[in-house]
């Protein structure tokens, strides 16, 4: 069982930067790629970027991409997405989820799909 708990979500002017955490408990999150997703008021939940458990490959959506990074600390049990440059379109509710399927070390998970586990969510709310 993995549990995940993001934080660093908040209210932030257009133009401006946040960094979200995702905390997960498990002794084999080293292994399981990493995803965010985020849901837009009123709209479905869409993926933005994953790493693989090796953080060795990376992979974003274009609407994200040169903006957002992710990352992970393998030995904090974290992975994290620096969002830079901030729009007010990027007004969502943010989830990190977990892939734990036996992978190869350079896998990017980009379906919804392949995530088992999900966080609760964190809120980032961008002004204009």
């Known amino acids: 069982q993995v549990q995940l708990v993001e934080s660093g979500g908040g209210l932030v002017q257009a133009g401006g930067s946040l960094r979200l955490s995702c905390a997960a408990s498990g002794r084999t999150f080293s292994r399981y790629p990493m995803g965010w997703f985020r849901r837009p008021p009123g709209k479905e939940r869409e993926f933005l970027a994953a790493i693989s458990w090796s953080a060795g490959s990376t992979y974003y959506v274009e609407s994200v991409e040169g903006r957002f990074t992710i990352s992970r600390d393998n030995a904090k049990n974290t992975v994290y997405l620096q969002m830079n440059n901030l729009k007010p379109e990027d007004t969502a509710v943010y989830y990190c989820?977990?892939?734990?399927?036996?992978?190869?070390?350079?896998?990017?998970?980009?379906?919804?799909?392949?995530?088992?586990?999900w966080g609760q969510g964190t809120q980032v709310t961008v002004s204009s």
């Open positions: 989820a977990a892939d734990s399927t036996s992978r190869s070390s350079w896998y990017l998970s980009r379906q919804q799909s392949e995530y088992d586990y």
